[in-house]
């Protein structure tokens, strides 16, 4: 099955300045995801990363904040913009693959 | 709409006893189900999922999961619990897109 390499794997950042996380799979995908998930809790899906179009967003997420890229099958990027503490959080990458869905290892943001 | 029921948030076992982790969900369609664990600051990890034909299926870890249509569950279950066990479980079901849908998660802690 597929490996992501996601990182970083934490930050601390200040308020209204942005992060960038990357995930890089180790064989080409067609469809990968990203998610945000509370400590303990469950996932919440960000948006689906379409390689060669826009990301296609859930509700209550908009580009503007969650700004995606997908320059190829192995890459995806997730920038969380003009942080708040409220962004604080888990962010993962998954990847759908023949066998199923591979995940990142997370990136554990905090915001102060 | 799509959604996983997972209800209970927090499962006790002990060692070497069995453990089941309970899961129902709802789904217009054949369901594509999945178990997933995720132990302290990692990823998810597969461990089984079913897509169709045998309803006991096997998985990662001496895990296993019965899919029962009429009851609309997809259990995990481990004959014999390990301390190793302990972590957090989560069932999934892909939708259309191929997005998942997680339950809300269950802490499984085995005592020695």
């Known amino acids: 099955s597929a490996v992501i390499s996601q990182k970083p794997s934490r930050d601390i950042c200040q308020r209204g300045t942005s992060l960038t996380i990357q995930c890089q799979v180790d064989?080409?995908?067609?469809?990968m995801f990203w998610y945000r998930q509370q400590p303990g809790q469950s996932l919440t899906l960000i948006a689906t990363?379409?390689?060669?179009?826009?990301?296609?967003?859930e509700s209550g997420f908009v580009i503007d904040k969650f700004p995606i890229s997908r320059p190829n099958l192995t890459f995806s990027t997730l920038t969380v913009s003009n942080m708040s503490p409220e962004d604080s959080s888990i962010y993962l990458c998954?990847?759908?693959?023949?066998?199923?869905?591979?995940f990142g290892s997370g990136t554990r943001l905090t915001v102060v | 709409a799509q959604s996983v029921a997972q209800p209970e948030d927090q499962v006790n076992v002990a060692e070497g006893n069995p453990l089941t982790v309970k899961c129902t969900y709802s789904?217009?369609?054949?369901?594509?189900l999945f178990w997933y664990v995720q132990y302290p600051n990692r990823g998810l990890q597969f461990l089984l999922k079913?897509?169709?034909?045998?309803?006991l299926v096997k998985g990662s870890y001496g895990f296993e999961a019965e899919f029962n249509k009429s009851q609309t569950s997809f259990h995990l279950k481990k004959p014999s619990a390990l301390v190793s066990d302990s972590a957090l479980y989560f069932c999934?079901?892909?939708?259309?897109?191929?997005?998942?849908?997680f339950g809300g998660g269950t802490r499984v802690l085995v005592k020695p």
């Open positions: 998954s990847a759908k693959t023949e066998y199923g869905y591979t």
């Open positions: 064989s080409q995908v067609t469809m």
């Open positions: 990363a379409n390689q060669g179009s826009e990301a296609t967003y």
């Open positions: 789904v217009s369609g054949n369901p594509y």
């Open positions: 079913y897509i169709t034909g045998d309803n």
């Open positions: 999934a079901v892909q939708a259309a897109g191929n997005k998942l849908t």
